[in-house]
Each structure stands twice: as structure tokens, then as C-alpha cells.
């Protein structure tokens, strides 16, 4: 089975400073690579995805994370954080257990706080 | 856009009471889950199921069943709710492609 394990529980930034949300996981073979974002009190909405190609992936609202096989991570960032960012973070994997269905295992999540 | 609805946002039982939470889907998606999200632990599976009358128990299925009579609807099941079990329930479906799964807005379920 695989994990992913986000260090960060909780990460405090101030409006306009850049941010990492940081990501690692069990294993790099044959797996996609999500964020996803929630809000307070709704459901969680995929930020990006990772599937194949460019290990550099772009998402909504200015995120972008970096996919690195060596090292097993996925992290997250943003250059510029807005109040709006204010959410908590789930990074997940996904693995294919038969040929209709993948397996997602997610993270503990990060919840960004960001500061005026 | 795909559209995952769960009948109540917030719901408060009772020890011993018998739970239904019900989530329907608008995209004819076969794979659906339940998943309790608790501060901490993230999101943690519960059940899934991958067809109509299919289903397989997840990582916590304890405390917990399921019912899918219908492709669009997959219901989690208390039988005897403990305090426990007050959690943040989520449903999500999977999409055709597999790659990504599609949530619902989440029942907060207090047992007192």
C-alpha cells in the first residue's frame, strides 16, 4: 500500500509571500500525483494533477507543484499568496488495482494560513 | 461539470441510532466512495464500490456498510451509531477516466 506524508500540519504566511506546501510519498512506481484544495466547509476541489510528461505541472489559482521521482515528492507552490489561499491542502496518490479502478490515498493535510 | 450531492450537511444522532447518508451522482459514474475525513488523519476509506450491488470494504469499514441499488446512489450505513463515529463524511466518484476522483460538499456527523 502506498503513503504520503505531508510534514507540514499547519503552515502561517503573510499576503504576497511566496509558499511550499511539502508532499512525499511511498513510492514512485506506476502512480498519479494530486492536490487538492477545501475550503472551509465544502468538499475538496483538484487543484492539479500529475499523470505523465513534464515534471513541472500547473494548476488553478496560480498553483504549480513539481513532481520529483528521485525523491518521491510532490510539492506544491505558489509565488504569491493571496488571502483567498486560506484553505487546507490534501496531497493523494492514486495507484491502479484493476483495469476500471485506481486506489487513492491521501495525506493528512496542510491547512495554509495566510496573513494580512 | 460533474455534480456529487450529499443529503444533509450536518446531522446530529444519537448512541445507538441507525445512520443513512446518502450521496447521488449526476454522471453515471460506475466507482464511488465513502471516506471519513477526521483532523490530522486526512481522508481515510471506508468502503467503495464499482458497480451497482458491488462493493468492497476500504481501509476502516468497522462500524460501517453500504447499500448501491442504483448506479447513481451509494449509501453509508451506521447500524448502531457510537461517538466514534463523529466524523466529517465525504462521497466521491471516480471519473471515466480514472485519473481523478470527484467530491461532494461533506456531512458533519455528530453522535452524542
Known amino acids: 500500500a502506498q503513503s504520503v506524508t505531508q510534514l507540514d500540519s499547519q503552515v502561517p504566511v503573510f499576503e504576497e509571500a511566496p509558499v511550499e506546501l511539502r508532499c512525499n510519498y511511498s513510492?514512485?512506481?506506476?502512480?498519479?500525483l494530486f492536490w487538492y484544495v477545501q475550503y472551509p466547509n465544502q468538499g475538496l476541489q483538484l487543484l492539479l494533477k500529475?499523470?505523465?510528461?513534464?515534471?513541472l505541472v500547473k494548476g488553478i489559482n496560480g498553483f504549480e507543484a513539481e513532481f520529483n521521482k528521485s525523491q518521491t515528492s510532490f510539492h506544491l507552490r505558489k509565488p504569491s499568496v493571496h488571502i483567498s489561499d486560506t484553505a487546507e491542502y490534501f496531497c493523494?496518490?492514486?495507484?491502479?488495482?484493476?483495469?476500471?479502478?485506481?486506489?487513492?490515498?491521501f495525506g493528512s493535510g496542510t491547512k495554509l494560513n495566510v496573513k494580512p | 461539470d460533474v455534480k456529487v450531492t450529499q443529503s444533509s450537511r450536518y446531522l446530529v444522532k444519537r448512541t445507538g441510532e441507525k445512520v443513512f447518508l446518502e450521496c447521488v451522482q449526476d454522471?453515471?459514474?460506475?466507482?464511488m466512495f465513502w471516506y471519513r475525513q477526521d483532523p490530522g488523519l486526512g481522508l481515510r476509506l471506508i468502503y467503495f464500490s464499482y458497480d451497482v450491488k458491488m462493493k468492497e470494504k476500504g481501509d476502516i469499514p468497522e462500524g460501517y456498510s453500504v447499500s448501491r441499488e442504483k448506479k447513481e446512489r451509494f449509501s453509508l450505513i451506521l447500524e448502531s451509531a457510537s461517538t466514534n463515529q463523529t466524523s466529517m463524511y465525504l462521497c466521491?466518484?471516480?471519473?471515466?477516466?480514472?485519473?481523478?476522483?470527484?467530491f461532494g460538499s461533506g456531512t458533519q456527523l455528530s453522535v452524542l
Open positions: 500529475y499523470l505523465s510528461g513534464s515534471t
Open positions: 493523494a496518490v492514486s495507484s491502479r488495482l484493476t483495469y476500471n479502478f485506481n486506489k487513492f490515498y
Open positions: 513510492s514512485s512506481v506506476s502512480v498519479y
Open positions: 466521491a466518484t471516480q471519473g471515466l477516466t480514472n485519473e481523478k476522483l470527484f
Open positions: 454522471m453515471d459514474h460506475e466507482n
